[in-house]
């Protein structure tokens, strides 16, 4: 249909003009927290492999063997005949990771909230419309799975516990459940709430509370799996395919809600199952995460010795405290010639635009990996600066 081209063809035009178009761009994964793209051999600091678990021996070796005993599809949905017997031992140690009394695997973190919420939401449940209250900055995929649930959200402040209380208060003799949504680390300015204070304020409110720990697991926490175990949530979910180094995702809650989700969770009963040899990957990855506590250790020094190393040099990294470290530029084509000059220079470095990030804040998002080097981190102090200045 022709007249369907030129009107895309116009809405692309405009995204150009404004700084927001993106293009897929074929890349080659190596060894080292390196990347080939465009035949180029960068650095890369924009990948969420925290770890590096994604090419770690253990994982491929597991995913290999559940390959062989199961073979690369699960054949179905886990209602039909996809939920192999793996499944439920996998599941066991995701709720001990988690303190949880059940936990459930999906496929995606993006399917998980964005068929969770409107399961957990349905005012048929609850007989009255749940009032919700979200984070102003949660992600995409929460925004997707409130949206789907209908009613709307409450946003507050990001990360103000104040006004989410005022909030709560203001609502408190309004029929219907109360529902907080949060992340644990925001995955574009990369701060970390104080998850304690959150689950305290629920419980004051007898507010149910959902956590997303996407960039939290692995990474946060005594024993890598994230900011919430121990806490009593009532629903914590996160993925495999950052610090785990795999994919899918997984929800931590009781035995109870586990079995209604398996009833109502879209996601759960219309997907097909994960490969076995993806799950697999998994499994190893919940035996080794716990005994890399150094790791983690070194990875959050390298992330604040790149916020000091970034400070002293007057850039602005925001609210981050964690392995995510945004250099916050604020106009959209200022950021990708930014984004270009670090290419240019070896480093990969993605310019992040709204919608991503509110108008205004485009940045350029540095995810550090435990796999960086001492030089690497050194490269990128004395690049980016450089780099910034030669774009003003």
Request: charged share 20%; proline share 5%; glycine share 10%.
């Amino acid at each position: 249909m022709q007249e369907l081209d030129d009107i895309l063809a116009g809405a692309l035009a405009g995204l150009q003009s404004a700084g927001r178009k993106r293009t897929l761009n074929p890349v080659e994964r190596l060894e080292n927290g390196r990347i080939r793209r465009r035949g180029r051999e960068l650095i890369d600091f924009s990948s969420n492999d925290y770890l590096g678990l994604s090419r770690h021996p253990a994982l491929i070796e597991r995913s290999r063997q559940w390959a062989a005993e199961y073979g690369t599809g699960a054949g179905a949905s886990r209602l039909v005949t996809g939920h192999l017997a793996a499944y439920e031992a996998v599941e066991a140690k995701i709720a001990r990771a988690k303190g949880s009394e059940a936990a459930m695997v999906l496929v995606s973190g993006w399917q998980t909230n964005a068929s969770v919420l409107p399961a957990l939401l349905d005012r048929t449940l609850w007989g009255a419309e749940p009032v919700v209250f979200a984070d102003r900055l949660i992600h995409a995929s929460l925004h997707a799975g409130l949206t789907l649930a209908g009613g709307r959200a409450q946003r507050y402040r990001h990360d103000d516990l104040g006004h989410l209380e005022d909030l709560l208060e203001k609502s408190a003799d309004r029929p219907g459940p109360k529902v907080i949504v949060s992340e644990t680390v925001f995955s574009m300015d990369g701060d970390v709430i104080d998850a304690a204070a959150l689950a305290a304020l629920a419980r004051k409110w007898n507010a149910l509370l959902y956590l997303d720990e996407a960039h939290a697991t692995g990474v946060m926490g005594p024993t890598g799996f994230g900011l919430t175990p121990g806490l009593g949530i009532d629903l914590a979910m996160g993925t495999f395919s950052k610090g785990m180094g795999s994919f899918g995702a997984y929800v931590g809650c009781s035995a109870v809600l586990r079995d209604y989700l398996v009833n109502r969770a879209s996601g759960l009963i219309y997907a097909t199952a994960l490969p076995p040899p993806v799950l697999g990957a998994i499994d190893a990855a919940l035996d080794l995460v716990p005994t890399m506590g150094e790791t983690r250790a070194r990875l959050a020094r390298n992330a604040a010795r790149l916020r000091a190393g970034f400070a002293a040099a007057g850039l602005d990294t925001g609210p981050s405290a964690s392995q995510i470290v945004p250099v916050i530029l604020g106009d959209e084509h200022r950021t990708l010639r930014v984004a270009t000059r670090l290419e240019e220079n070896g480093v990969l470095g993605i310019a992040i635009r709204p919608p991503t990030v509110p108008p205004g804040t485009s940045r350029i998002r540095f995810a550090l990996s435990a796999v960086h080097s001492d030089a690497d981190i050194d490269r990128l102090i004395a690049l980016v600066p450089q780099a910034v200045e030669e774009t003003i």
